[in-house]
């Protein structure tokens, strides 16, 4: 099913399959907005609860957009803020991550706070948070969510859900599953009245866990959902919780349903096997911070797996970090400097290793792309 297209936007076109950088606050940690050009990053996502936060939407609309004001130019994207409901609530302090090994779970991919005490509470009508910042309450609607990424100005934009854990029953997941496709119609209806151009495209979310018969439901619903009015979704993302044995089995389930003129988005999965498993089974985009946060903690991604730069075998090794890359990390820097920088706690650690890590990971989505052209 692996496919290569092209999604036009208001600010340029993305080749597709690909890659979005993670900017959660409006910033792509350890990198300006040249440095993440310069490896090849054609999109950003930003995301709708910690911009929300702060600096508040209201002052991203005021500098023009978050576009405008982290100094990028490219097609841009924000999640909608839904999966905080999951990460603050079921997910923390449990370490119950939405992609699942076996029985056990994994660390998340995601970045949030590490209290133990739930900080979202659902309702029917939509979500409670407190703040990671000061505890203070703040109330997400499906309708809240759209206003806000309407003043964040994001190209793409997603319609708000619930996140489920991976450990959800089936008769939770139903539950959850339905609630999402209410809300996806809510947003839907706000988005409309908000953006009547259709300025920013709106993605449907499809959730229903690790189960097929929820996974298909919910691609038919959403691919199928109709305002009176006659607008649909522009697009798609792929959401919630998955086995990772068997994820591309899941991704295969709902993109034989989604409408094939429509992008695709696999909603925060970036282990470069898991993506590319993501690409054979029809996604079109990915997004995920794990490659800029493992970057951070040393963990590098080349030929054959990943380092751990701070291990003392590098100590005098002066080869490239991967002799097969062409990332400005790989041919000035060696396996011995990127070593001492992180033992030596130097800031430069993190902005090479990133800068290598998103370069290794778009190209290798760039090479995905070529061999499915030439196929």
């Known amino acids: 099913m692996a496919r290569a297209g092209i999604i036009h936007t208001p600010h340029g076109d993305i080749q597709t399959p690909a890659f979005v950088t993670v900017g959660t606050k409006a910033t792509v940690k350890a990198m300006t907005s040249e440095m993440v050009a310069s490896v090849g990053a054609q999109v950003v996502l930003a995301n709708t609860y910690h911009l929300y936060l702060e600096p508040g939407d209201d002052i991203v609309r005021d500098a023009g957009g978050f576009a405008k004001f982290m100094h990028w130019d490219g097609p841009t994207m924000t999640d909608s803020g839904g999966f905080q409901v999951f990460s603050l609530g079921e997910a923390l302090g449990s370490k119950v991550s939405k992609v699942a090994s076996g029985e056990e779970p994994i660390v998340s991919d995601r970045e949030e706070n590490s209290q133990h005490e739930k900080m979202a509470i659902i309702d029917e009508d939509g979500v409670t948070f407190r703040s990671y910042l000061d505890g203070s309450k703040h109330r997400f609607t499906p309708e809240r969510s759209m206003e806000i990424q309407w003043n964040l100005g994001a190209d793409m934009i997603f319609a708000f859900d619930e996140c489920t854990s991976p450990r959800a029953p089936h008769d939770y997941q139903v539950h959850a599953m339905n609630r999402t496709h209410r809300w996806a119609k809510r947003s839907l209806s706000r988005h409309t009245e908000l953006d009547p151009e259709n300025a920013q495209a709106l993605f449907g979310v499809v959730q ?168």
């Open 208 to 375: 229903g866990g690790r189960f097929e018969d929820l996974r298909k439901e919910s691609a038919r619903t959403l691919a199928e959902m109709k305002l009176d009015t006659g607008e649909m979704f522009d697009g798609f993302g792929i959401g919630g919780s998955f086995d990772k044995d068997d994820m591309g089995t899941a991704v295969r389930w709902v993109n034989e349903i989604l409408p094939e003129n429509k992008p695709r988005h696999l909603l925060g999965i970036g282990d470069p096997s898991d993506v590319l498993e993501g690409i054979k089974n029809g996604c079109d985009l990915f997004d995920c911070v794990a490659p800029t946060r493992n970057a951070r903690n040393g963990t590098l991604y080349v030929t054959g797996g990943t380092m751990n730069m701070r291990n003392a075998q590098y100590k005098k090794d002066f080869t490239p970090l991967d002799k097969n890359c062409t990332c400005t990390t790989c041919k000035n820097y060696t396996r011995a400097y990127l070593h001492h920088l992180f033992r030596s706690k130097e800031m430069l650690a993190g902005m090479l290793a990133t800068v290598h890590n998103l370069h290794f990971i778009i190209e290798m989505v760039h090479q995905a792309r070529k061999e499915i052209l030439d196929a």
